[in-house]
């Protein structure tokens, strides 16, 4: 039986195979020498230190949403600006906000509160004039 390992497509440093195997960390099945980098070396040992004492990397700051931060904006301008029109794009602005953002640090606070206060301004709206 022979067990197919795949290459990882790196020249060894030493005897210029190619026979790198990535289920050994970039050791040569060849002459068993490294071939990584320094710097891949670095990152590897970094990534072991790591999950051995249950240190997690850092998660990216992820970006909040165009469409959250102008709802949740139109949403406060609506309290003062009036009744009509900006609660109703605070509302369409939001909604599609709350769809984008699904993950999380990306805005959903934001798109949820300008849907509200758009729902909220737009009933008060509605209940002035008699429509309600």
Known sequence: MVIDIPSTGKLCTKCSEQDGNPLHDGICNVCYTNSLTPEEMKQEVEDIF????????????????????????????????????????????????????????????????GLILGILYFIVYLYSFGYI
């Open 50 to 113: 790591n999950k051995t004492h249950g240190i997690e990397k850092p998660a990216t700051k992820r970006q909040k949403d165009f469409f959250a931060i102008c709802g949740f904006l139109v949403g406060i301008a609506s309290i003062f600006l009036g009744m009509g029109l900006p609660p109703m794009i605070a509302i369409i602005l939001s909604g599609i906000a709350i769809n984008r953002t699904k993950e999380p640090k990306t805005g959903r606070w934001m798109a949820v509160t």
